[in-house]
């Protein structure tokens, strides 16, 4: 088998030696690329033409390290979350800021959009979800949660949100209502990311320490244990 190849090679020109720790977030068409660091700040290129990288805009509002960013799914808007318990919506065709909330208690370890984009759930030890037009806190919800949210997923058709923990717990909600349907243990460690199959059938969960766990979701979402 030949080894794998190189598609294309670039600097990313802008981006501060300083931002450690950076996070990186691909839009849906591939066709955007966002970062954020320690320095906290927001950075966003254009990669339309893999020869012509350009730097679309780069926006400093955070004054913590970005911990999570997030494109909507229309790749219109940008989300980023940071330690020091801010997250922000950004419009990416200018970097305007359309929103930033300090709601939450504690940093912000995930970002998730609907498939519609028209919702943004925020996690920390608190989960939040936000209209994405208005900034408007949707079905408020104080209850503190027994361990940090690290990573978030709409299903498919939007109606369930999907978190993992860092106890590597799955915890399925009712975006309608904001309850808290069902959890799920499987994982021994803190669970990092979380993703639907295309044909909606399979949910992928993964882990810290390697662990990877692979879910009917059609059963999974039929489990009431509450």
Same mark, same amino acid.
């Given at each position: 088998?030949?080894?794998?190849?190189?598609?294309?090679?670039?600097?990313?020109?802008?981006?501060?030696?300083?931002?450690?720790?950076?996070?990186?977030?691909?839009?849906?068409?591939?066709?955007?690329?966002?970062?954020?660091?320690?320095?906290?700040?927001? *950075?966003?290129?254009?990669?339309?033409?893999? $020869?012509?990288?350009?730097?679309?805009?780069?926006?400093?509002?955070?004054?913590?390290?970005?911990?999570?960013?997030?494109?909507?799914?229309?790749?219109?808007?940008?989300?980023?979350?940071?330690?020091?318990?801010?997250?922000?919506?950004?419009?990416?065709?200018?970097?305007?800021? =359309?929103?930033?909330?300090?709601?939450?208690?504690?940093?912000?370890?995930?970002?998730?959009?609907?498939?519609?984009?028209?919702?943004?759930?925020?996690?920390?030890?608190?989960?939040?979800?936000?209209?994405?037009?208005?900034?408007?806190?949707?079905?408020?919800?104080?209850?503190?949660?027994?361990?940090?949210?690290?990573?978030?997923?709409?299903?498919?058709?939007? $109606?369930?949100?999907?978190?993992?923990?860092?106890?590597?717990?799955?915890?399925?909600?009712?975006?309608?209502?904001?309850?808290?349907?069902?959890? *799920?243990?499987?994982?021994?460690?803190?669970?990092?990311?979380?993703?639907?199959?295309?044909?909606?059938?399979? =949910?992928?969960?993964?882990?810290?320490?390697?662990?990877?766990?692979?879910?009917?979701?059609?059963?999974?979402?039929?489990?009431? $244990?509450?």
């Amino acid at each position: 088998m030949d080894p794998p190849r190189i598609i294309d090679r670039f600097i990313l020109e802008g981006y501060p030696k300083s931002g450690l720790n950076v996070k990186f977030a691909f839009s849906s068409d591939g066709k955007m690329l966002a970062a954020g660091g320690e320095d906290g700040l927001v *950075h966003v290129w254009n990669l339309t033409a893999s $020869n012509k990288v350009r730097h679309q805009f780069t926006a400093k509002r955070h004054n913590d390290w970005i911990r999570t960013l997030a494109f909507s799914p229309d790749a219109k808007m940008l989300a980023s979350g940071d330690a020091g318990r801010t997250f922000c919506l950004w419009r990416v065709a200018d970097g305007a800021l =359309l929103f930033t909330s300090t709601a939450h208690k504690s940093l912000i370890d995930a970002l998730a959009f609907s498939p519609d984009g028209k919702i943004l759930a925020s996690g920390s030890n608190e989960l939040f979800f936000w209209d994405t037009a208005t900034g408007r806190q949707l079905r408020p919800n104080r209850r503190e949660l027994t361990a940090l949210l690290s990573a978030l997923v709409f299903s498919p058709d939007g $109606n369930t949100l999907v978190a993992g923990n860092w106890d590597g717990i799955i915890e399925l909600w009712d975006v309608r209502t904001g309850g808290l349907l069902s959890t *799920h243990t499987g994982h021994t460690k803190a669970i990092n990311a979380l993703k639907f199959s295309a044909d909606s059938k399979t =949910l992928v969960s993964a882990s810290f320490w390697g662990t990877t766990l692979v879910w009917d979701w059609e059963t999974l979402k039929k489990i009431g $244990n509450r």
